[in-house]
Nanobody, 117 residues
Framework: QVQLVESGGGLVQPGGSLRLSCAAS????????MGWYRQAPGNQRELVATITLGGSTNYADSVKGRFTISRDNGKNTVYLQMNSLKPEDTAVYYC???????????WGQGTQVTVSS
């Protein structure tokens, strides 16, 4: 069973930056893509950004130009650099792994990001 360990959430003022990290316990051989989703109170979970094994990225329109996703395949870790944060970015951020060979997807436990003055 894949375990995902997230870190880096917290409280930040508008315009500030945070960096989220997510380390996966599974071999890179089994990973197709990694990404981040978020869920604000009363809202559905939504995609923030994803990155494939080959490095192709996809972003929600709301974060384009402000957030950058990257991965270190040697460490099985994905990062989310969040700049120019806005109050509407406040949410619980979840790490996600899409596996190969029909293996089930995995989710992290979530890390709170709060943007407030």
């Amino acid at each position: 069973q894949v375990q995902l360990v997230e870190s880096g959430g917290g409280l930040v003022q508008p315009g500030g930056s945070l960096r989220l990290s997510c380390a996966a316990s599974v071999s890179i051989f089994y990973i197709n893509a990694m990404g981040w989703y978020r869920q604000a109170p009363g809202n559905q979970r939504e995609l923030v950004a994803t990155i494939t094994l080959g490095g192709s990225t996809n972003y929600a329109d709301s974060v384009k130009g402000r957030f950058t996703i990257s991965r270190d395949n040697g460490k099985n870790t994905v990062y989310l650099q969040m700049n120019s944060l806005k109050p509407e970015d406040t949410a619980v951020y979840y790490c996600h792994v899409r596996q190969r060979f029909g293996r089930p997807d995995a989710w992290g436990q979530g890390t709170q990001v709060t943007v407030s003055s």
